[in-house]
């Protein structure tokens, strides 16, 4: 039996706030480049009061006073939180029980699934594409995709529900629902779930390649990617706090550790020494911990790192000079941690609504690698 999600307390309450505070200077300020003026700029709190989607803003103003909720805040027909309540209703406790089992045998695919989600999602919304196997042609195979984990677990878990319940189960919902279980197995608290998504037909490598950010990205770039697919600044920063687990190969490191341009901040001296000797011995295909200092928890200490030079990515070490993104990182690092993980919550689960196939779209198939014939 799933346990609710925990009262927020009054003090992530007051921190909510403080970050709804810091939010609307961003949305006053707009998304100017990074050279605009350094102001204290932030995340809203839960309903993400930052700069809306295409910069068209947020908060709670609007003509006349009247409020208009976000697209992000309204809710996607066709997904329902009942959605499989009759015709498969053990469906979430079977993923959950092999996510957690998986998990508790390898701690490192708790970021895999998420990632595998995030990829997922980067290509035209959460459709289960990049799980589509098509040796050289699909997502699967793509550039962006090479160091993806997880697909046998949700294969598993696929074939599972289609014993049970034959032909209901979305392969988008199985891997919504897998990242979810993943995040929480790692230390977010726990987020409901809308489920009736359903699976895309097309998969190819080069949109894969196209759209998924693998570094060198400005972030000017980044923020059109998220706003295109209907998030936020706030999801920006968020959602970039994942890189407080899992690993990172050298070769997508090396960029971090060469004399950078495009508004990266100086990675701390010793620390950059530290990853040429490891990268140096092992090579390209040599794995480093994202987050050196708590590799295994789910905090903040991500964004404390880059207080300090300590990033690992290029892209998340350009987050702290710009100005649309400096107050966010700073916050963050600045907050106890349960704000970040509260938030990120939310974040993930705008992250699974965006632009996602229901009703008679797409189809639900039989195989998560295939679509169905």
Request: charged share 25%.
């Amino acid at each position: 039996m799933r346990t609710p999600a925990a009262a927020v307390s009054p003090f992530l309450a007051l921190s909510a706030l403080l970050l709804l505070l810091v939010a609307t200077s961003v949305a006053a300020n707009g998304y100017g480049g990074g050279d605009a003026p350094a102001a204290a700029n932030g995340y809203g709190g839960h309903d993400d009061a930052s700069s809306g989607p295409k910069g068209n803003g947020g908060g709670d103003g609007g003509e006349g006073g009247v409020y208009h909720k976000a697209a992000y805040e309204k809710p996607v027909d066709g997904l329902d939180a009942g959605f499989y309540r009759k015709s498969c209703p053990d469906m979430e406790g079977i993923v959950q029980r092999a996510v957690r089992k998986a998990v508790d045998a390898d701690y490192t695919l708790a970021a895999s699934l998420i990632r595998l989600f995030f990829h997922d999602f980067a290509v035209e919304g959460t459709d289960a594409s990049i799980l589509i196997d098509v040796p050289g042609q699909s997502e699967k195979y793509a550039e962006a995709s090479k160091t993806l984990r997880g697909f046998e677990l949700i294969e598993e878990i696929k074939a599972e529900l289609e014993a049970k319940c034959h032909a209901t189960v979305s392969c988008a919902d199985i891997l919504t629902a897998a990242a979810r279980d993943a995040a929480t197995a790692a230390g977010v608290p726990y987020w409901p779930l809308k489920y009736g998504r359903r699976d895309g037909k097309d998969s190819v490598a080069g949109e894969a390649d196209r759209r998924v950010p693998m570094g060198g990205q400005s972030v000017t770039d980044l923020v059109r990617f998220f706003e295109s697919n209907g998030l936020t600044i706030m999801d920006l920063v968020v959602l970039s706090g994942a890189h407080t687990i899992g690993r990172a190969s050298c070769g997508a490191v090396r960029p971090a550790l060469c004399k950078l341009k495009g508004g990266a901040a100086a990675m701390e001296r010793r620390y950059a020494d530290f990853l040429r000797r490891k990268c140096g011995a092992g090579g390209e295909g040599e794995y480093v911990e994202l987050d050196g200092e708590t590799p295994t928890e789910f905090d903040n200490q991500y964004y404390k790192n880059l207080m300090r030079g300590r990033g690992v990515l290029d892209t998340d070490m350009k987050l702290l000079p710009d100005s649309r993104t400096e107050g966010l990182v700073r916050a963050f690092a600045n907050q106890p941690s349960q704000v970040f993980e509260h938030q990120f919550a939310q974040s993930m689960r705008k992250l699974g609504e965006a632009q996602v196939l229901t009703g008679n779209e797409g189809e639900v198939r039989r195989k998560c690698s295939a679509v169905n014939y």
